[in-house]
Structures are given as structure tokens and as C-alpha cells.
């Protein structure tokens, strides 16, 4: 095979933001860099069709990528030998990791729905761009966008109060 001096670039250049954006789809690190190996393997092959802006192409095989994992992946509790550790109390307590929370937010969202919010506010992708890399319409992206941030907002990781020190509120 011939080597292909644009695609290395492009690799070295957006890898951290693929790995990042798969990271939030499938939220494991491991799990993420494979995901962003198999689509860069996928896109590789298309790469000289791409055309000047292989982003859209490239965000699209990733989630597609992602949703096909995501259908076959066996759910199913797995057993370990000892009970895990218990969280401390007091621990709830401390300071909030908004980041935690963002992410369990996100897992709790249908997959769709965690997609178009993941494209849209954090890859920052305009409505067109995640409307072309899902292969829905504009309106769908703005509905499953809309439904999503509707679910968040009731979501009790966000609107339970935050735990006060000392019980006082």
C-alpha cells in the first residue's frame, strides 16, 4: 500500500479530539482509542474520496462505528469474586466533580440523542455538520438535541441540592 503523507498529518493532527469525542460516546479510554483505530481504518480506505474537509466523513464512521459496538455489546452483569468497596459517607460530601456528573448524564442518554450532544456542543459541529455526519435532517438533530437537553435539565444529578457541610442550608 502507498503511503498516504495527508492522512498521517490528519491523524496526528485530530487524534486527541477523536479520541475525546469517542470517549464521551463510549465513556472507556481503552474502548475509545480502539473505536477511533477501527473508523481512522475504515476512513483510511475511503481517504482519497473524502475530499478537502474529511471531518464530517470521519465524525460519521465514528458514530456509526460506535452504534454498531454498541448494538452487538453483550450487557450483562459481570461477576467478580469480592463485593466492591462501599463509598464513605463523608465522602459524598466533599467537592463536586462536574465533569462525573456530565458524563453520567450523558451515559443515561439514549444514543442517539448522546450523539447529536456530543457533535454538536462538544466538537462544536454546526446542526448541518452532525445532521450529515448522523445522515438524519436538520430538524432531527434540533429535536434529538432539544429532547436530550429537556432530559439533563430534570436529570437528579443536576437538580438535587448540593450537599451542604455541617447540614446547614
Same mark, same amino acid.
Given at each position: 500500500?502507498?503511503?498516504?503523507?495527508? %492522512?498521517? &498529518?490528519?491523524?496526528?493532527? =485530530?487524534? *486527541?479530539?477523536?479520541?475525546?469525542?469517542?470517549?464521551?460516546?463510549?465513556?472507556?479510554? #481503552?474502548? #475509545?482509542?480502539?473505536?477511533?483505530?477501527? #473508523?481512522?481504518?475504515?476512513?483510511?480506505? #475511503?481517504?482519497?474520496? $473524502?475530499?478537502?474537509?474529511?471531518?464530517?466523513?470521519?465524525?460519521?464512521?465514528?458514530?456509526?462505528?460506535? &452504534?454498531?459496538?454498541?448494538?452487538?455489546?453483550? @450487557?450483562?452483569?459481570? *461477576? +467478580?469474586?469480592?463485593?466492591?468497596?462501599?463509598?464513605?459517607?463523608?465522602?459524598?460530601?466533599?467537592?463536586?466533580?462536574? =465533569?462525573?456528573? $456530565?458524563?453520567?448524564?450523558?451515559?443515561?442518554?439514549?444514543?442517539?440523542?448522546?450523539?447529536? !450532544?456530543? !457533535?454538536?456542543? %462538544?466538537?462544536? !459541529?454546526?446542526?448541518?455538520?452532525?445532521?450529515? $455526519?448522523?445522515?438524519?435532517?436538520?430538524? +432531527?438533530?434540533?429535536?434529538?438535541?432539544?429532547?436530550?437537553? &429537556?432530559?439533563? @435539565? $430534570?436529570?437528579?444529578?443536576?437538580?438535587?441540592?448540593?450537599?451542604?457541610?455541617?447540614?446547614?442550608?
Amino acid at each position: 500500500m502507498r503511503d498516504r503523507p495527508e %492522512f498521517t &498529518a490528519y491523524v496526528e493532527a =485530530r487524534s *486527541p479530539r477523536l479520541v475525546r469525542t469517542a470517549y464521551l460516546l463510549c465513556h472507556d479510554w #481503552a474502548l #475509545a482509542e480502539d473505536l477511533v483505530q477501527t #473508523a481512522l481504518a475504515k476512513v483510511w480506505r #475511503a481517504w482519497r474520496r $473524502i475530499g478537502a474537509d474529511p471531518d464530517p466523513y470521519v465524525y460519521k464512521v465514528l458514530v456509526n462505528t460506535h &452504534a454498531s459496538w454498541w448494538r452487538r455489546r453483550w @450487557r450483562a452483569e459481570v *461477576p +467478580t469474586e469480592t463485593m466492591p468497596e462501599t463509598p464513605d459517607p463523608a465522602d459524598a460530601m466533599s467537592v463536586r466533580d462536574d =465533569r462525573a456528573a $456530565i458524563h453520567a448524564a450523558l451515559r443515561r442518554l439514549p444514543d442517539r440523542q448522546r450523539a447529536v !450532544l456530543v !457533535l454538536r456542543y %462538544f466538537e462544536d !459541529l454546526t446542526e448541518a455538520d452532525v445532521a450529515r $455526519i448522523m445522515g438524519c435532517s436538520v430538524g +432531527t438533530v434540533k429535536s434529538q438535541a432539544s429532547k436530550a437537553l &429537556a432530559k439533563l @435539565r $430534570i436529570d437528579p444529578e443536576f437538580t438535587a441540592p448540593a450537599a451542604v457541610p455541617g447540614g446547614v442550608s
